[in-house]
């Protein structure tokens, strides 16, 4: 596997300082990634739902300093400065690094904020590290025109070259993050039916997509908004001789292989089965681990016997999706939007911690606030 496209041709620090604002949403996966190699590659290949409403804004802020010993930087979450986000900062600069040469020479600030609340059980690590790898690569790409505009022979950034680097430096802070840069479905992992894709970046899917699935609706359940009980790092080790590991690989494999037929047709009942079916299994595999656990709350279980019963009872094609957490993600076409809102509220809110919810639509990505 090459990454080298993604270690620049030398160039100067020449200046000063600047600031980059973007935003980036967070994603849901229909197929999951669940186990990781080195240098978080996955061991399946995924698909996930870019989300719209649910992401992050980062502003990065960068001044030269004098020395270029150690990285320097201040996290703010809400203008507060947060000295316990630094450690996982600094282990995504120490990756990243060799393809960012620029990293040692700045002094930078971080200054970020959530759409969603920081303690809601939404992941703001894929949000949050896609924001930030999309304000770096604004830095090289300013670093690189600065260059050219001193010599002829170095060529500009293309937007996809752009694109496809943050992916892969997105993946280095937290691999999901990769398929939040843009929309409307992401692959990321490598497919033999899936020209492009790869496992060190996510890739737009390149199919055929049925008007069935345009503006898919995703209500995010909050029904536990506490601290995850095992991140998901230890969750992805513990497919590390897991007995049913490479099983689970195929499976995701196929399901991939699958969904393209699915996408294309729009053919919903086979999706609400692959997409539920990867869910539960993500669940089971947590459970089956050694040590096992279990994410899902009662409610989480009483939420899905509600969405089982109410599809029987009136053919609505909505469905659940789960990440590793005990949160539920309700998903229909938007059709069904009126319906299955009413549903929700009569029927799924008492379920919810407080009563909170988050309804979202899918999205197109990373977007550029400011320079
Ligand atoms: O990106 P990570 O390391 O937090 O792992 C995410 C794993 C799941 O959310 C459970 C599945 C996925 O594909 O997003």
Redesign the pocket.
Known sequence: MKDEPFTPQAYTSSIESGSFTWSSPS???LV???G?KEQ?IPQNP?V?FTLDHCKTTTTLSFSKKEDQDAFSFDVFLDGDKKDDFKPKIETFFKRIEAYLPFLRNYHFKIGTSNTFPHSSGI?S??SGMSALAMCLMSVEKLLMESDTALSTDKSIMSDDFFIQKASFLARLG????C?SLEGDLVVWGKHNEIDGSSDLFGIKYPFEVHKNFKNYQDTILLVDKGEKQVS??V??NLMHGHPFAQERFKQAHKNLSSLIRVFKEGDLDTFIEIVESEALT?HAMMMASMPYFILMKPNTLEIINKIWAFRQATNSKVCFTL??GANVHVLYPENELDKVCEFIKNELVAYCQNGHYICDVIGFGAKLINN
């Open positions: 994603n849901i996966a999951k990634y669940w990781k978080q995924s996930s992941a690590s894929a937290s691999g999901s993050a398929r998901s790092t969750g992805h993500l990440d590793a």
